[in-house]
Structures are given as structure tokens and as C-alpha cells.
């Protein structure tokens, strides 16, 4: 029979209570909720699968936080904003070395990604200085307790959040600072394009609220906390800021989130991972996007490929490379064929769920003419399933014309400029 030590960590074959899957995760890593957050099948193939292994991406980058930690340290004792590039690297082969490095936590990074690594570890030392003296805590876990009630019961639930911060700095007089070292190739893109500034990645959100809640838990004194995403490649920065006023609703949806976590652990190992078997277990269901791209085991996914989100390892993105490339080439073709066509007679229906749509000559705003796809004017129709009166149908109709006549004004405007 196994230990209580060896059910740690680990979905039961068989439903259990809430309190035993409690006992079985007595405390709840935020990566791991994030995981669950934005898939509870991912989550699943994480708890089964990940222990004991991480990529070559992952392994480097886990070196890279090692060696950071140990420059910002060497920068503190020495109380210096900055480190020589040559004593970056010489921590870095001692990293790279892992002699003082428990064997459960030792990454292998192959050759290829040495050179990288290596460039990383320049980049920072030389492009980057730190106010060491304002800095708390560095590769530093902090854990705070969490409630939710049990509706049937009332019973008060405590639960425990746990998360590792790469670097904790101070901002005088009542804000702390939490840096999160990222070694990935690209900055995020900005989602809002009404934002005045880019916003940060993906998995961003989620440390943030994660963050906001530990340090203010931590350190009565802070009123407000910034996740400040550090991408190293770029020396660039991307924050995002939670103050202690939004602190009672963050808690309170961490909370629910590690209620539905708890009930999915007790409902144990679906007997296997088809859709309907998922759809009958009620929990471990898989919800595709673009957390896709970062999962454990997409390959066990039960979804269709067409329904999944980014690639998630390299075979999967080549095959995807190639099928843009087959697709290009394809449209290519066809737009090469069909232009002459539509020069000649006009524009020419396009099947579009969402109402009509036409291929062909198009005359812009600025008085010039291009072949695409479009919606024209003035053939916005009323529902067939429902009589609309003449008088609000052609106010309709008028409204959208002016709005996408203010638009194209617009965009001329823009062009001007």
C-alpha cells in the first residue's frame, strides 16, 4: 500500500472526499493552477507526466534564474549596480556545473542551447543595472492561506498558495516590485490596441494576481504590487500593477479556483480520455487555445487537431509550418486565377457564415482600388426569421453606413498623418 508521502501530488484512481484530495495537495503551486486554469486536462497530463523532466527551453531557462540569482547576490554583497560580464560567465559554468544541486532539481542543457545561454548571460550582465540595496528576496517562496465555504455545509476551507519569486525589490515608500526573469524569443503582443502600452505575456495575468497576493500577504507595509515581466533577449520590461484595494476580489477568485481544483482531484482519474467519458466524469475537461502550445501531453489531448490551440512540440510545429506553407501557396494559386476573372465581370460571392461577403475590386478611401475580400455597402439585410418595420431597418441601414464611412474618414486621416 502506498505512503501517505507517496499519494502527495497525485489523482486518485478512484473518487475520494474533498478532504482527502486536500491531503493529498496541502499546498497549491500557482503554476500549477494556472495550468488548471486555462485547461483542466493539461493540468491532469502535468500531474502525471511532468515530474522529473523538463525541455531543453525549460532546462536552459532554469539555469539562466539560477545564474541571475547569483549575479544579483554577488552584486549585493559587493554593493554594486552591476556585474562584470567575465563574472557572469564564470557563475555561469559553476551553474552549469549543478555540483551543489540536489539531484531531483538538475536539468540537462544540451550543446545547442549553450551558445544561447551563454548570450543571455552577456546581454544581462551587460545591459542592466539594479538598486541592490532596495532589493528583499531573491528565488524566494512565499506561501499564505486562502479560505472558500462549503455552501452544503459551511464549512470554512483553508487552503494553501504557494509561489517562487525570481527577484523581490522594494519601491519606496509602500510598493514592492516582483521581476520575472523571461528567456523566450519574442515580446508579447499588444492584446488591447487601445492600450497605451504593450501588455505582458499570456501566463502573465495569472502570476500577477498570484504575486500581488503573496507579497501583500507576506508584507503588511505594501499597498501595491507590479509583476514586472524582464525579457532578457530584448532588455525590455513589461509591468502590470495590482493595488491592496483589489486585493479582496483577486483572493476571493483564487479561492474559487482552488475549490474547483479540489473537486476535480476528488473525482479521480477518468477510466479513460474520450470526450464522452469526459463529459460523463465532469471534471479534467479539456478547454483548447493557446495554452495548447505549453501542455504537458497535447498528444493524448482527445480534441482534433483543428480544435487545438499553438503547437506544442517541435514535430507539431513543423508539420504546422508546412501547412501554412501549403496553404499560401494554394491561395497564391487562386487569387492568381480568380483576379482576372473579377477584373473582367466584378465581384463574385464568397460563402461567409456571418452574413455576405464578395471577392473583388475594391475602390478605398483614398481613391485607389484593391482586389480582396470585403463586405460591400448598403447590402446589410434584415433576419429572415423576424419582420423588422421599414422605418428601423433603413435607420439601421443608414446607421452602419455612416459608421463605416466615419471609419474609412478615419483611416485616411491616419494615413495622411
Not at 559554468?93 to 539531484?103: F, H, L
Not at 516590485?177 to 497605451?196: F, H, M
Not at 495548447?292 to 490551440?309: E, F, I, M, Q, V
Request: a positive charge.
Amino acid at each position: 500500500m502506498a505512503t501517505e508521502k507517496g499519494l502527495r501530488g497525485t489523482v486518485p484512481d478512484r473518487p475520494i472526499s474533498e478532504a482527502e484530495a486536500r491531503e493529498r495537495f496541502p499546498r497549491l503551486r500557482q503554476s500549477l493552477l494556472a495550468t488548471f486554469d486555462d485547461c483542466e486536462l493539461s493540468a491532469l497530463f502535468s500531474l502525471r507526466y511532468e515530474n522529473g523532466w523538463s525541455t531543453h527551453p525549460q532546462a536552459r531557462g532554469t539555469i539562466f534564474h539560477r545564474v541571475a540569482a547569483e549575479c544579483l547576490r554577488q552584486m549585493k554583497i559587493n554593493d554594486s549596480e552591476q556585474i562584470p560580464v567575465g563574472a557572469a560567465l564564470e557563475i555561469l559554468e559553476d551553474k552549469i556545473r549543478q555540483r551543489d544541486v540536489p539531484p531531483e532539481d538538475r536539468v540537462r542543457v544540451p550543446l545547442r542551447e549553450l551558445r544561447q545561454l551563454e548570450k543571455d548571460v552577456r546581454i544581462f550582465a551587460a545591459n542592466n543595472t539594479f538598486s541592490v540595496r532596495n532589493i528583499l528576496h531573491m528565488e524566494r517562496r512565499l506561501e499564505t492561506t486562502l479560505t472558500y465555504n462549503i455552501p452544503e455545509t459551511g464549512e470554512r476551507i483553508e487552503r494553501v498558495l504557494s509561489g517562487q519569486l525570481d527577484l523581490l525589490i522594494a519601491r519606496p515608500p509602500d510598493e514592492a516590485v516582483v521581476v520575472d526573469w523571461k528567456t523566450g524569443w519574442t515580446l508579447p503582443p499588444k492584446r488591447d490596441e487601445d492600450a497605451e502600452e504593450p501588455g505582458i505575456s499570456y501566463h502573465g495575468y495569472f502570476q500577477q494576481q498570484a504575486y500581488a497576493i503573496l507579497v501583500m500577504d507576506n508584507f503588511p507595509a505594501v499597498n501595491a504590487v507590479t509583476l514586472r515581466e524582464f525579457y532578457v533577449r530584448r532588455t525590455k520590461a513589461r509591468p502590470a500593477r495590482l493595488t491592496r484595494a483589489e486585493l479582496p476580489k483577486v483572493k476571493h477568485r483564487m479561492a474559487l479556483l482552488m475549490e474547483a481544483f479540489d473537486m476535480a482531484v476528488a473525482s479521480g482519474n477518468p477510466k479513460n480520455l474520450r470526450l464522452e467519458t469526459l463529459e460523463e466524469h465532469g471534471h479534467w475537461k479539456p478547454s483548447p487555445g493557446h495554452h495548447c502550445g505549453y501542455c504537458t501531453a497535447s498528444a493524448r489531448c482527445p480534441l482534433d487537431d483543428l480544435y487545438k490551440g499553438s503547437a506544442s512540440n517541435e514535430e507539431e510545429a513543423s508539420r504546422l509550418a508546412a501547412t501554412r506553407q501549403v496553404a499560401m501557396s494554394v491561395a497564391k494559386m487562386a487569387k492568381k486565377r480568380l483576379d482576372p476573372w473579377v477584373e473582367e465581370r466584378g465581384p463574385v460571392e464568397v460563402a461567409y457564415s456571418k452574413g455576405r461577403r464578395v471577392y473583388g475590386p475594391r475602390t478605398l478611401s483614398t481613391g485607389g482600388v484593391r482586389i480582396e475580400e470585403y463586405t460591400p455597402h448598403g447590402t446589410d439585410r434584415p433576419s429572415t426569421k423576424e419582420v423588422v418595420p421599414q422605418n428601423l431597418a433603413s435607420a439601421m441601414k443608414a446607421s452602419v453606413e455612416d459608421a463605416r464611412r466615419e471609419r474609412d474618414e478615419a483611416k485616411a486621416r491616419r494615413r495622411a498623418a
